[in-house]
């Protein structure tokens, strides 16, 4: 097994996941089965209980693991299937290492952080590193392993020192360090700055790890004086001081880093050998071509309540685009908070109001993500209702199904008061309910999480032509209420079809409207499934029609 270990410096945000992400899909395009690990230095257990303004989005994977978007950044990139252990957290680590000094696992020992800590973090990542991941059952040869976090913070402190250690157990020769660093470019006079990356360089050698490879980002390419500079200073030789400037496009990163002879480096290091041929990467490159070449543009209204912060609804964002690269259009998304839809805004804060269902007006089609909590659901229950009304392409996402449900009992059944228990515990007409495998004092991981099968009811549908003629669908699940079993004959008698059920026949997953361009609507999220080369159908589905609305 060959470890790829990705760390950042400076400050975060620079993109330490899309590098990590770029160096596996170099890799793999070798022709080698690749792995990812992210090590998140929280006390969080996951990131299931952490509020989206908080960490962006929470990812969900096929086991039920609530994890980093990172592993989204991962599974989008490598086209793999990773599992909870793949996101390693401080909650974690600590949890075992206590659960073990319970059972007296450490025969009286004064349990530490050096070494009972840094050693099952080690062990974490070699057991880890040896999970098939996609799909044919084999052991991956190598596992990029990415640091979140910045180099000198407190809580990191146990992993460098865990991961100075590894190079050691692993041998040097199957370890290389890259680390991401900022060389911003300060005033009017232009000059790249290499002291940031000086300094961070000089924390993580004090550490005992030195990088073998330094990726800089800037808005620019580095200059030849500025990579002579960060060499000398950093311990690291010139060809190994990369450049990350801005691209036009995020599939772009793997081949700006190919240009610089980044992977026979890595390749020459760990000692792996490069194909004659590499189709995977030709793949890659035309697809980053298309995406470049894009003509036209659709707009989707997002109507949320994080609309505050895009990695929020992060994976949603790339469904969307890679459906747009498959119909061969550009996406815009038009934000639109759910909240300034509602009359209380109208009263308040007339502009917000009028700019708000401006945006919804002039919306090729509109899209209602996942959530919690009762802010914007009457905003995004009079979204669902204008594109039922107005013949708009309408998506609605495991919330999104949840509140076109209520509003369709509450306008077409005419079911006064009709809402969910979520929101109103005490609602005449009670459309949405709480399951029973939920919990009411406990949130992390007690939801219905992970892969569930999904079976079509008929053939007459648009799931059925969106999945290509599957009856079984397998999808992931992130939600605590479900529509209403009761209310269901009393729906579909008024058009509102169930298309899709768990396999029980009891938990309603798909919603479709008879004599509608596409109103569709999933109690799971197709979001987390959808890969750039392979569009998630829902979310196609609704770019396909809106699209359509064009011409």
């Not at 600590?94 to 450490?106: P, Q």
């Not at 002291?195 to 030195?210: D, I, M, N, S």
């Not at 980044?262 to 030709?282: G, H, Y």
Request: glycine share 8%.
């Amino acid at each position: 097994m060959r470890y790829v270990v990705v760390s950042g410096g400076v400050l975060s945000g620079l993109g330490k996941g899309v590098t990590a992400s770029s160096i596996g899909m170099l890799l793999k395009s070798l022709g080698y089965r690749v792995s990812s690990i992210k090590i998140d230095p929280y006390l969080n257990s996951d990131a299931g209980t952490m509020s989206p303004f908080e960490h962006g989005e929470v990812f969900v994977l096929d086991d039920g693991g609530e994890v980093d978007l990172d592993l989204g950044n991962y599974e989008r990139f490598l086209d793999i299937t990773l599992t909870r252990d793949n996101n390693l957290t401080t909650g974690k680590v600590y949890s075992k290492v206590i659960e073990a000094e319970r059972r007296g696992d450490y025969l009286g020992k004064t349990v530490q952080v050096v070494p009972h800590i840094t050693d099952e973090i080690q062990d974490w990542i070699e057991r880890v590193a040896s999970i098939p991941v996609d799909g044919n059952g084999d052991e991956p040869d190598i596992c990029i392993i990415e640091l979140g976090g910045t180099v000198g913070d407190i809580e990191s402190a146990p992993f460098v020192e865990a991961l100075r250690q590894f190079q050691f157990r692993v041998g040097k020769e199957n370890f290389i360090l890259v680390h991401v660093s900022l060389v911003p470019v300060i005033g009017v006079v232009g000059e790249q700055k290499t002291k940031p990356t000086q300094h961070t360089v000089k924390e993580l050698r004090a550490a005992g790890l030195t990088p073998d490879f330094l990726v800089c980002r800037a808005e620019e390419p580095l200059k030849q004086e500025t990579k002579e500079k960060l060499a000398l200073f950093c311990h690291v030789h010139e060809s190994h001081v990369l450049s990350a400037h801005d691209v036009s496009n995020l599939y772009r990163v793997p081949l700006l880093l190919e240009e610089q002879n980044t992977t026979a480096m890595i390749a020459e290091k760990l000692n792996l050998e490069i194909p004659a041929n590499r189709p995977q990467f030709d793949e890659w490159m035309k697809m980053a071509d298309h995406v470049d070449s894009l003509e036209g543009e659709i707009t989707i209204a997002m109507v949320g309540k994080y609309t505050g912060l895009s990695d929020s609804y992060l994976s949603v964002i790339k469904a969307l685009q890679h459906s747009a690269f498959k119909v061969g259009c550009k996406m815009n998304i038009s934000w639109v908070e759910a909240t300034c839809l509602e009359p209380e805004t109208k009263t308040n804060e007339p502009d917000k109001y009028q700019e708000a269902w401006g945006a919804i007006r002039k919306a090729d089609g509109v899209l209602v993500p996942g959530g919690f909590g009762t802010r914007g659901v009457e905003g995004k229950m009079l979204a669902a209702q204008y594109a039922r009304e107005n013949k708009v392409p309408y998506l609605g996402v495991c919330l999104g199904l949840q509140v076109a449900v209520i509003e369709f009992a509450r306008n077409v059944l005419g079911l006064k008061g009709a809402n969910s228990t979520e929101f109103d515990e005490d609602t005449p007409h009670p459309a949405v309910i709480f399951m029973p495998e939920g919990s009411r004092t406990h949130m992390g991981g007690t939801m219905r999480l992970g892969s569930r099968q999904t079976n079509l009811q008929t053939k007459d549908c648009d799931a059925f032509r969106l999945y290509e003629g599957a009856m079984e669908i397998h999808e992931r699940h992130r939600h605590r209420y479900e529509v209403n079993p009761d209310l269901i004959s009393d729906l579909e008698s008024a058009g509102l079809r169930f298309v899709g059920k768990d396999t029980t026949g009891q938990r309603m997953e798909i919603i479709e409207l008879a004599d509608h361009p596409y109103y569709f609507g999933t109690q799971y999220h197709p979001e987390f499934k959808s890969r750039p080369n392979r569009p998630s159908p829902p979310f196609f589905g609704l770019v396909e029609a809106a699209y359509a609305r064009q011409s």
